[in-house]
């Protein structure tokens, strides 16, 4: 029978994963319990502060539902999902950088042409988008699939507009022989992240700000090439500096060209100011399949 103190028990306890199977698991495993042991030495944690940790984590797993997912959101707003992002992808600095997914993807966009709205006649300030997508050479990459997804003038997905049934401002589209593709919307606005369940507790309880700035993803992926996801955020949004969930870096921040009325890129007009963006996407070659793993 062993006689455990709280000098013995982490070698007891990583003792009795030394037979997993799997090697991945078992070094992943034996990592949580070191610095699981080490966090609760360092912090002297009390039994209360256990108690209400336990109570926050099982209150998070129960603000989750088929729409929403808290332990992404906490992941998120810990800085995790960008450290696991960044680590999983390692670039060039000539080569366009990964941010986070966020949760408003969906695999039922519509496949639209070169040039289309692709705003569903919301309202807001007409957005125009030029992109071009190359390689480290400057070639340009064709066909490549781009899926490009942003909020409304208010902030909100198309999931959260109300009366809103079809899809809106997002797309799947493709590139040109020139690597270029092209869409109109409306601009995006920054909005707050959920705040209503244990992460905005944590938020509050800590002085953060909630408001992510102004965004707008894109997915792209080619033959031959890693994929990317990343996103653009205007150079004059004023929360650029505290985005809740670290997804803007300086090369992903891009100057939004306001221009008057009566004028319009890519043979269109408009009759009221209009905003265009031009950003160039740089893809890096794929990676070659990794061999067998020795144990």
Not at 207 to 225: E, K, T
Not at 256 to 267: N, R
Request: hydrophobic share 35%; aromatic share 8%; glycine share 8%.
């Amino acid at each position: 029978m062993p006689d455990l103190t709280d000098d013995t028990i982490t070698a007891a306890v990583l003792s009795t994963v030394r037979d997993t199977k799997d090697p991945r698991l078992a070094e992943i495993l034996q990592a949580l319990v070191r610095h699981v042991h080490d966090f609760v030495r360092e912090t002297g944690l009390t039994e209360e502060e256990w108690a209400r940790g336990v109570a926050y984590l099982t209150r998070t797993g129960q603000a989750c539902t088929p729409t929403r997912q808290e332990f992404i959101l906490l992941s998120d707003v810990l800085g995790v999902t960008m450290l696991v992002d960044a680590l999983g992808h390692r670039r060039s600095a000539e080569a366009t950088q990964n941010s986070v997914l966020g949760p408003f993807f969906r695999d039922d966009r519509p496949h639209l042409p070169d040039g289309a709205d692709i705003s569903q006649g919301l309202p807001g300030t007409p957005f125009f988008f030029e992109g071009l997508v190359a390689d480290h050479q400057g070639a340009p990459v064709k066909d490549a699939q781009i899926d490009v997804w942003h909020s409304d003038s208010d902030g909100h997905y198309d999931v959260d507009v109300p009366g809103l049934s079809e899809p809106a401002m997002r797309a799947l589209l493709r590139t040109d022989d020139q690597g270029g593709f092209r869409f109109r919307s409306i601009r995006p606005s920054s909005y707050p992240i959920p705040d209503d369940g244990p992460v905005g507790e944590m938020m509050r309880a800590t002085g953060r700000s909630v408001m992510r700035p102004a965004h707008l993803h894109l997915r792209i992926a080619a033959p031959g090439f890693q994929h990317v996801t990343t996103t653009l955020f205007p150079t004059d949004d004023p929360y650029l500096d505290h985005d809740p969930v670290f997804g803007v870096k300086r090369s992903l921040v891009a100057a939004y060209q306001d221009h008057p009325a009566d004028t319009g890129p890519y043979g269109t007009t408009t009759d009221e100011p209009y905003i265009l963006l031009r950003h160039t996407f740089v893809l890096e070659p794929a990676r070659p399949a990794p061999g067998p793993r020795r144990i």
